[in-house]
């Protein structure tokens, strides 16, 4: 039992440490410092979903967003341009949104998510 106690004491604090470190925002300076990492983009991504999951529209839109500043040749683009879209559309800038889905329709025509982009900006097109 003991073991057990020590065990999840361990795990509750490096769990602390790791929020903590993402919500100081040392995390995203340590992704800035390391950008030209292969693991870079994805990470930036994955942090930006992880956001947009939580709730938090706005660091969602910050990741996304430096996805396409940093790393424009990455495979995670058009899922950023994805992300940003979707946050557009849900924050009811209606034209920003359509402008990114026309975008990654126009720049990523074979991207997994590219018909149901083109449906959303025939909508916004009607509306």
Do not use: H
Request: with cysteine.
């Amino acid at each position: 039992m003991k073991k057990f106690i020590i065990i999840t004491a361990i795990i509750i604090a490096a769990l602390y440490w790791c929020f903590d470190y993402v919500r100081t925002g040392k995390f995203q300076n340590y992704l800035d410092i390391n950008s030209a990492k292969s693991w870079a983009p994805k990470t930036q991504y994955y942090m930006g979903y992880t956001y947009y999951i939580l709730g938090n529209i706005q660091k969602a839109e910050f990741c996304y967003n430096r996805i396409l500043e940093k790393y424009s040749d990455s495979l995670y683009k058009p899922a950023a341009m994805y992300g940003i879209a979707l946050i557009y559309d849900e924050t009811s800038r209606l034209g920003q949104a359509k402008e990114m889905y026309k975008n990654l329709i126009d720049g990523f025509p074979d991207y997994a998510k590219s018909e149901t982009a083109k449906k959303r900006y025939n909508f916004l097109i009607n509306f």
